[in-house]
């Protein structure tokens, strides 16, 4: 039996149970149909009570009220152990949300997967209800309409029943909205909601956002079983919402340490000799040549005195090496440089090494 039949179902007992006992009061819609359901078997036990001989008339209806009621909880098990899992998927997918303004267009949408035609996020600031995003099965129009109801001048919430999610944080589930003045009335005059769930999101103790739903996709109505999964979606965005801040905050920092990094630069620049920032002189020098790269430090040395006109023996003298190991270190460096004696060597230090290196 499908949710439609289910519904329809129990409706019908509860009409027999009006109709036995002579009343309406089962029949008009209002609470839970579970609820229904569990009042209508109370009012019948009792009438039976006050007359016995009416037991027979009742025992039908009982056994029918109880048995829809026993489907109807069979039911809710099945759906909450589904909404569970769909609420693990929603949350999860907030976590990739990078910015506050990504993470608001991704709520409507994570929402609606929880089982819900119709899903509005809102901010609130300084107590005023500030929509931000809207998900609807029925289509762009219904959405842009929603979206210009809330447009400013924004409604204070002081005066609407989402004022007690601001004072008291706690979810809501309003039934009869269609009667209830406290509604925000231009967005109800688009959306025409006959009941609807509410979770206030709260960070740091104060509420600073709304998830709203209504149009259960199962049975077209909201119940507890639907405030309480918002209000954990609810405690996720907060979460959520956390993480992207932190982003946001570290981004800003990046940023922040950029510009000055940046400034210090100019500034260094500024105060450097006009020898060194002077392009034309720093073009001037000639491109370190290839051999440079594979001379060693210690052969660099060797080369810097060969240049100032050192014998081997005064070079051996000067490392604290043997004369040998100077003129094996000679020999190398002239090889390296493709020079032909230490007087051409000399000068190829003084002409390129001397002037990279300065």
Avoid at 1 to 25: F, I, K, P, W, Y
Avoid at 141 to 149: H, K, P, Y
Avoid at 288 to 305: G, M, Y
Avoid at 306 to 320: H, K, T, V
Wanted: some cysteine; hydrophobic content about 45%; overall charge negative.
């Amino acid at each position: 039996m499908t949710a439609e039949q289910l519904r329809a179902e129990a409706e019908r007992v509860l009409r027999c149970a009006d109709s036995l006992l002579g009343s309406s009061e089962f029949s008009r819609s209002g609470d839970g149909l579970v609820e229904r359901l569990d009042a209508a078997d109370r009012a019948v036990a009792d009438w039976v009570v006050q007359g016995p001989s009416r037991g027979g008339r009742a025992a039908p209806v009982l056994m029918e009220l109880r048995a829809v009621a026993l489907r109807l909880h069979s039911a809710e098990v099945v759906r909450r152990r589904e909404s569970a899992d769909r609420l693990h998927g929603a949350l999860r997918a907030l976590q990739s949300a990078d910015s506050s303004r990504e993470l608001a267009d991704k709520i409507p949408q994570e929402v609606a997967k929880l089982g819900f035609n119709r899903v509005l996020f809102s901010w609130v600031d300084h107590g005023r209800w500030v929509p931000v995003s809207f998900r609807t099965v029925n289509g762009p129009e219904e959405a842009r309409a929603v979206m210009a109801a809330g447009e400013p001048p924004y409604w204070h919430t002081r005066s609407l029943l989402e004022g007690e999610m601001v004072m008291h944080r706690q979810p809501m589930l309003v039934r009869n909205a269609l009667d209830n003045p406290r509604v925000h009335l231009d967005i109800q005059a688009v959306m025409h909601s006959h009941s609807y769930v509410a979770a206030p999101v709260v960070r740091r103790g104060s509420v600073v956002g709304f998830v709203h739903a209504d149009q259960n996709v199962e049975n077209d109505a909201v119940d507890e079983l639907d405030r309480g999964i918002l209000q954990l979606f609810a405690e996720g965005v907060s979460l959520a919402l956390d993480r992207v801040a932190m982003l946001e905050e570290l981004a800003v920092l990046r940023q922040h340490i950029g510009e000055q990094a940046s400034a210090l630069r100019d500034l260094v620049s500024r105060d450097l000799p006009s020898v060194v920032a002077d392009p034309q002189i720093a073009d001037s020098r000639s491109p370190a040549p290839r051999w440079a790269d594979s001379v060693t430090r210690r052969e660099e040395e060797v080369l810097a005195l060969i240049s100032a006109g050192l014998s081997n023996a005064q070079i051996a003298e000067r490392l604290y090496v043997t004369e040998g190991t100077a003129k094996t270190h000679v020999k190398n460096v002239l090889r390296k440089l493709g020079a032909d004696n230490r007087v051409q060597a000399g000068a190829m230090y003084r002409q390129h090494w001397e002037q990279g290196r300065g």
